[in-house]
Each structure stands twice: as C-alpha cells, then as structure tokens.
C-alpha cells in the first residue's frame, strides 16, 4: 500500500476491498430515486415561512471518507432527526471537536505570592520560563 504511509491499517481493515467494488441496494437506489422523484415533483414551490436565514458561506474545500455501515446510517438518521443534511451535521461535529480540542490544550497558570513590602521589591517585571 504505497502512499498510504502512517494510515491506521486498523481502521477499516478487511474492509477496503468490500467498499472498493460495493453497488448501492436495490432498496437504497430505490429510496434515492423516490427522494429524487418527489424533489422533483415538488421544486420551485415555495411554502411561505418554511425557510430559515442562514449565514451565506463559501465551501472552497470537498473531503471525502469511509464510514463503517452502521456509523453512516447513524449519522444519516442524527442528521434526519435534526432536520439538516448530513454534510451540516459533520461540519458542526468538525466545528465542536476543534473547539473541545481547543478548550483542553489551553493551559492557564494562576500564580499567586505573599504579600511583599514595596521596600524589599526591586522590580515589578517578573519573567517566568516554561
């Protein structure tokens, strides 16, 4: 596996060559095709207050990746109960996991002294090396 250096050879594993040649099921083309079907049935209408005002953005970068099964069908029904696509749910899972990433690598230092009388101190400048 040339160019695959520093992959987890775990994740996935025996599962590549199953994914690589997979064909949607019947019953799942079925589904997209009536979704498909009944978008089409129904575009260019306009239900007054249906919309939502969202902040325009530019999505300059496509990433793609595999998923267990089970893992897909989950975020599909996640991303169906909260009413947004499954790529919003992923962004907004991406978003939380840099904030959280964030918020644990932050170190703060809280430095206390006793109280010292302004004779003894000789300057206000403190340098700490880390």
């Known amino acids: 596996m040339e160019g695959q250096a520093g992959r987890d050879s775990r994740v996935g594993a025996g ?3 199953e994914m690589e040649g997979a064909q ?3 019953e799942a083309r079925r589904s997209e095709q009536e979704r498909r079907e009944l978008a089409q049935q129904h ?8 919309g939502r005002v969202v902040t325009p953005r530019r999505l300059g970068q496509m990433v793609s990746l ?3 099964p089970a893992v897909a069908e989950a975020l599909r029904e996640l991303a169906n109960q909260r009413g947004i696509s499954l790529s919003e749910l992923l962004r907004e899972a991406a978003i939380r996991l840099f ?3 964030k ?8 430095v206390s ?12 400048n403190v340098s700490v090396a880390s």
């Open 15 to 17: 599962h590549l060559e």
């Open 24 to 26: 949607m099921s019947d």
């Open 43 to 50: 575009a260019g209408e306009v239900v007054e207050g249906s």
């Open 66 to 68: 595999r998923l267990e």
């Open 99 to 101: 904030e959280a990433e």
């Open 103 to 110: 918020a644990t690598s932050q170190t703060t230092f809280i």
């Open 113 to 124: 002294t006793p109280e010292v009388p302004a004779s003894v101190t000789t300057s206000k």
